[in-house]
């Protein structure tokens, strides 16, 4: 999830970039849906024609994103048409992949009204897998692909059984724990990151823990985590399965890990360890500037999130630690429609924008860590550091991370199950709900929701 839901991702989340929210839906809706339908006017099929901006002769390509991808901030789109003085990039942006995602797949059903290239949010890749892969050009056949490139979990999230490769990977998300040092410092906690790590490691229960002691010193002035929905993501995402099995079956209800994780999300929001937000919102986003909470589950995509969230007085105050268990949150792919006015051009930018090297500059910039193992020794990744960490090492921090993520069950409404999970769900605690409650009427959405 870049601002994906992140994460989802991103909220780009995925990785988003995650990467980005309710009171926006509607107009996010509207946005997206004509941004959509202007990506299929461009070009109309004549390279000259500059109606779209791009100039006399050039061929514009447009991309369909959600939260924050980063390539323009990354200076890859200038680059990239430096590197090709014939074309021009134009991008359309819905802060929430909740937003973004009906009206792509609305725009997949009817064949119209497509950009050239669509981001596709890990938690909607197995749906666009099983039931739009025919709309989208087979990227395994790519000129320059080499899917020895991507990590092979990565690639294969995006593959069907007969071998059709829908997207290519852009970023991974694996998980650790952003935390403000000046905060825990003021609270009497370690601020060292390895130090930070070992209170809470192995267990998610004392993360909780360290939220009590943190919320004893500090007060009513700060919370100890920025959302339950984020706290409910990350450590869902240390799970194998969670709301689905191998064979492909829901299995969210009677999921002990996902019960288990909804109680310790709720025991949170009921000590006051947790906001009552709900992550990529805009209130979400002045508590970031207002430095209103100390720690926030943190794919490397967040690091985005941060950066372009607070204000300039915070850059060097936040550290990167372990999160308790290995998990990963959020990522992304870039796949293009077969129905695009530029197939060929959008297959060749889509492979530039995801090869190692271009992986590794943006996670040196915006902090989407590769789905290219390739890029982790390049120094881009493997030196880099990010203005709101200081000299943190955050390329080998999350390297290490990524080493343990495990191989996890995706199904195609996982997006619904999280968000009802999360939005519909724990955060009603921190309204004054019971758990109980709080649960009952989680499922009673979702499966509403998966009804339809």
Request: hydrophobic letters at 35%; a negative charge; glycine letters at 10%.
């Amino acid at each position: 999830m870049r601002a994906r839901t992140l994460p989802l991702s991103r909220q780009r989340s995925g990785g988003g970039k995650p990467i980005a929210r309710k009171a926006l839906a509607v107009a996010a809706a509207v946005a997206l849906s004509t941004g959509l339908l202007a990506g299929c006017a461009d070009d109309g099929g004549d390279d000259s024609d500059s109606s779209s901006g791009g100039g006399e002769g050039k061929t514009t390509i447009t991309l369909g994103l959600f939260g924050t991808f980063g390539f323009k901030e990354a200076g890859l789109y200038d680059e990239y048409e430096k590197l090709n003085p014939d074309i021009n990039i134009e991008e359309n942006v819905v802060e929430r992949n909740e937003n973004y995602y009906p009206a792509l797949v609305n725009h997949l059903t009817t064949n119209s009204g497509l950009m050239d290239v669509q981001a596709i949010e890990i938690a909607n890749i197995t749906e666009i897998v099983n039931t739009q892969a025919d709309k989208f050009v087979d990227m395994s056949k790519a000129e320059g692909v080499d899917k020895t490139k991507w990590l092979d979990w990565k690639w294969q999230q995006a593959t069907g059984k007969d071998g059709q490769t829908v997207g290519l990977g852009t970023d991974i998300g694996p998980m650790a724990i952003c935390y403000r040092k000046d905060l825990f410092e003021k609270a009497g906690l370690p601020t060292d990151r390895e130090e930070v790590g070992k209170l809470w490691a192995g267990d998610w229960n004392k993360f909780i823990e360290t939220g009590e002691k943190y919320k004893k010193a500090a007060g009513e002035d700060t919370f100890f985590m920025d959302s339950p929905g984020g706290l409910l993501n990350a450590v869902l995402s240390s799970e194998e399965e969670k709301f689905y099995d191998s064979s492909g079956e829901v299995i969210y209800k009677t999921n002990p890990a996902v019960k288990a994780a909804f109680d310790l999300t709720a025991e949170a929001a009921e000590k006051g360890l947790v906001q009552s937000q709900t992550q990529f919102q805009p209130a979400w986003d002045t508590t970031i500037a207002n430095s209103k909470f100390a720690t926030v589950a943190c794919p490397p995509w967040m690091l985005g999130t941060i950066k372009g969230k607070s204000k300039p007085d915070a850059a060097g105050k936040w550290d990167v630690a372990a999160a308790p268990k290995a998990g990963n949150w959020g990522g992304a792919f870039l796949g293009v429609p077969k129905s695009g006015k530029n197939v060929e051009e959008a297959q060749k930018l889509v492979t530039w924008l995801t090869a190692p090297e271009q992986q590794a500059k943006l996670f040196a910039v915006q902090g989407n860590f590769p789905s290219a193992p390739g890029a982790y020794e390049l120094p881009q990744v493997k030196d880099a550091k990010n203005e709101m960490t200081g000299d943190t090492p955050i390329g080998e921090i999350f390297a290490k991370a990524a080493e343990s993520i495990p191989s996890q069950v995706l199904g195609p409404k996982d997006q619904i199950i999280q968000q009802g999970l999360t939005d519909n769900g724990v955060i009603l605690v921190t309204k004054g709900k019971s758990a109980k409650e709080a649960w009952e009427t989680a499922t009673k959405t979702i499966d509403n929701n998966l009804d339809k």
